[in-house]
């Protein structure tokens, strides 16, 4: 998988919204599961969100389920993260990452290969 590049955070108020993008540069992106993971200071990466190669079939954690969505565009290399309802408890440096895994570990940061740099979502109360 190639070179990973997230966008779209910053500074938003509780129960804002951001939709964070990350493109990829390399190939082969289709074949690749897609996942979201962030970190607050001091805290470890935690997982976020998952999608299938194809799209077809998503993964969320218990703490976003119901207030955020992942999907993907093959077509332009690109997974997206559209998040609603955000709580300041949301704040972290969010990644995506690619890797091919079994679903069962689509949540274990270790099953993924390729990570982009990050970018920092903030909320406020």
């Known amino acids: 998988q190639g070179h990973l590049v997230e966008s779209g955070g910053g500074f938003v108020q509780a129960a804002g919204s951001l939709r964070l993008s990350c493109a990829s540069s390399g190939g082969s992106f289709s074949v690749y599961t897609m996942g979201w993971f962030r970190q607050a200071p001091g805290k470890e990466r935690e997982f976020v969100a998952a999608v299938t190669s194809s799209g077809g079939y998503t993964y969320y954690s218990d703490s976003v389920k119901g207030r955020v969505t992942i999907s993907r565009d093959n077509a332009k290399n690109t997974v997206f993260l559209q998040m609603n309802s955000l709580k300041p408890e949301d704040t972290a440096v969010y990644y995506c990452?690619?890797?091919?895994?079994?679903?069962?570990?689509?949540?274990?940061?270790?099953?993924?290969?390729?990570w982009g740099q990050g970018t920092q979502v903030t909320v406020s109360s």
């Open positions: 990452a690619a890797g091919i895994m079994a679903r069962r570990d689509f949540g274990k940061a270790s099953e993924y290969d390729s």
